[in-house]
């Protein structure tokens, strides 16, 4: 039986369409400057809009959203030749984007999720791309052979991101950068050029610290001058306010002090949420369990990925189904209990029957 479901997919068209080639011609903001770091404006990782909506009861049928169910977050570190104990091999990378797609998850921008503002396509399941220490591997810029422009490296994660994406639109090509200065992606002679091109196409660039500090037992001061610097300096150069930070080494100081927020030389900053190195999926940003300040990651390692993404298949009920919709949060009947009230401020709960019997 054929089902008409009423989910548009209007794809936004990214910055890097003259080297790949062209993308949906209908994006409204096509011809608009990109501000920096205006989530509003421009790409936003290649998340369709959609339509706002309720679902229907038969769309609800077809799609099962699960609003309260769990997210992945992948943790890379190198992205290279081989496969290491913190690398992962391009050949690897490319074939975790297909197993991705496959199992039926698409990418949402980080920010996203810390603000509990999740729209990817109705029936899909949002996964979180992070990346962190900012190596070559996982962006730099080559000079095309033919006219020499600057485009991505087509073997970087960010070349093979925009890559997949061309064949699979509804997969999209969000994901989040933690960087580290002087050098990020070791190209001190590009930093703001690099890092424009990220924010310009829907890429977020995170919080690393700036010299890669491990704070597990860094002084108050200290935290605040490593994660203020950082982001002080990518402001200075593009305008751009980072509002997430991974933790380097994993390493959680003695007290949370400086890490949502803090000022460094007269200018604040924010942090939306802080991530962990490991080591499981993230709790839903409605969900009582969603704690900012401690956001698991899954490590990006063959063993790793096959633990959690095998969970998720076998328990498919633990997985966070999106409803399309950033402005209503839809779970089964009776879980209604186990929403964070301050995190649905302004959202529309929509509950459903998910028993065998429901139509």
């Known amino acids: 039986m054929l089902m008409l479901v009423a989910v548009g997919f209007l794809l936004y068209k990214a910055g890097y369409e003259r080297f790949f080639g062209p993308t949906n011609p ?24 959609v339509p706002d909506e309720d679902l229907t009861e038969e769309q609800l049928a077809l799609f099962r959203p699960n609003e309260l169910g769990k997210i992945p977050i992948i943790m890379y570190h190198a992205i290279g030749d081989t ?27 980080l920010n996203d999720y810390l603000r509990g503002q999740i729209s990817a396509p109705a029936g899909r399941a949002p996964l979180i791309l992070t990346f962190d220490d900012a190596t070559a591997g996982q962006f730099n810029m080559i000079q095309s052979e033919t006219d020499g422009e600057w485009i991505p490296d087509p073997d970087s994660a960010v070349g093979m991101l925009l890559e997949f994406e061309r064949s699979h639109p509804e997969f999209g090509h969000a994901a989040t950068f933690f960087i580290d200065f002087p050098a990020p992606f070791g190209d001190a002679k590009r930093v703001e050029e690099n890092l424009t091109f990220l924010i310009e196409n829907g890429m977020e660039i995170g919080n690393h610290t ?20 950082l982001a002080n300096k990518v402001r200075e150069l593009c305008g751009y306010e980072t509002l997430s930070l991974a933790l380097p080494y994993g390493g959680y100081p003695k007290t949370d002090d400086g890490l949502a927020s803090g000022e460094w030389e007269g200018q604040p900053y924010t942090n939306l949420g802080v991530l962990l190195v490991g080591a499981e999926p993230a709790p839903s940003p409605y969900s009582s369990k969603f704690s900012p300040l401690a956001i698991p990651r899954i490590r990006g390692s063959q063993e790793e990925l096959d633990k959690w993404l095998g969970n998720f298949e076998r328990y498919p009920e633990t997985r966070f189904v999106s409803d ?5 949060v839809t779970i089964r009947e ?20 998910l028993s065998p019997t429901s139509k």
């Open 26 to 49: 209908g994006n409204p903001h096509e011809n608009e400057p990109v501000e920096a770091g205006d989530p509003d404006k421009g790409d936003m990782g290649g998340q369709p809009e």
């Open 83 to 109: 496969e290491g104990e913190w690398q992962r091999s391009r050949d690897n990378f490319r074939a975790d984007l297909q197993r991705f797609y496959d199992l039926g998850y698409s990418l949402i921008p």
């Open 210 to 229: 700036y010299n890669h500090k491990n704070l597990q037992s860094a002084s108050p001061d200290v935290v605040v001058q490593e994660i203020g610097s």
């Open 324 to 328: 399309g919709q950033a402005s209503t």
């Open 334 to 353: 009776g879980e209604q209990d186990k929403l964070d009230p301050s995190r649905i401020e302004g959202l529309k709960v929509v509950t459903y029957d």
